[in-house]
């Protein structure tokens, strides 16, 4: 039977592996944090070269005021963590692959780098986990409100959880698409209260436009201004 001293000094030698383990595994995951931030840079960079001329977009009064407020919070946080993704998509599943598909590639399209869960999240990864850390590395929610968003906030569905983990920011534009702020209203008096953008008035093009424009000016330098 081994000795005490024996088993303490097998003990020191096990805590020592397991520090050296967690050490090994820390620094792997500093590396990983920094490749993905230099690849969302690269990305930007691409998407910049390649990025496409905006439409000229004529804003009123309303849309001004409540999308000033957004490219402020928005300033503040760029300088605190400029690496974050641009945008969050928040969408009804149904609407993935028709108004949420067309409004991220408008955006991408305008240099915006966009988290969107038909491309951020691969199959066989846990949903709730991806979206978490999608809405952590992200500086703006963006809340597409269809008829179908408001059918899954009637179900609680994820696209519940995601606008409730929203709302407690300043940083959310909601963009309505099918309907009107009064009907939002009757179902969400705070989303509605944060007003937005509707295809009422503007495409979603246009609107892609807008949000763009907004995550430009939160920054842009003095010297850009």
């Not at 931030?37 to 496409?52: D, G, H, K, P, V």
């Not at 691969?122 to 500086?139: A, N, Y």
């Not at 209203?185 to 949000?211: F, Q, W, Y």
């Amino acid at each position: 039977m081994p000795s005490q001293a024996k088993l303490r000094s097998d003990l020191r030698k096990l805590e020592q592996a397991g520090r050296k383990l967690k050490s090994a595994a820390n620094d792997l995951d500093r590396q990983a944090k920094r490749s993905d931030r230099e690849l969302r840079q690269l990305q930007s960079r691409l998407r910049s070269n390649a990025t496409r001329s905006r439409p000229v977009v004529h804003y009123t009064p309303d849309q001004v005021r409540h999308l000033e407020p957004t490219s402020d919070a928005l300033r503040q946080l760029h300088e605190r963590k400029p690496d974050l993704r641009d945008v969050f998509l928040c969408h009804a599943w149904p609407d993935r692959n028709d108004s949420a598909r067309e409004l991220h590639d408008h955006l991408e399209s305008f240099g915006a780098s966009v988290w969107f869960s038909e491309k951020d999240v691969r199959l066989g990864e846990p949903l709730t986990r991806r979206i978490d850390q999608g809405l952590r590395d992200s500086k703006l929610g963006v809340v597409l409100v269809t008829p179908n968003m408001i059918q899954s906030l009637r179900n609680e569905g994820i696209a519940d959880k995601e606008l409730a983990a929203l709302l407690r920011t300043n940083r959310v534009i909601p963009v309505l698409h099918g309907l009107s702020f009064d009907e939002l209203n009757d179902e969400s008096p705070l989303l509605a209260s944060r007003a937005g953008l509707s295809t009422e008035e503007n495409s979603l093009e246009e609107i892609a436009a807008m949000i763009a424009d907004t995550i430009d000016r939160s920054e842009a330098t003095p010297e850009d201004a």
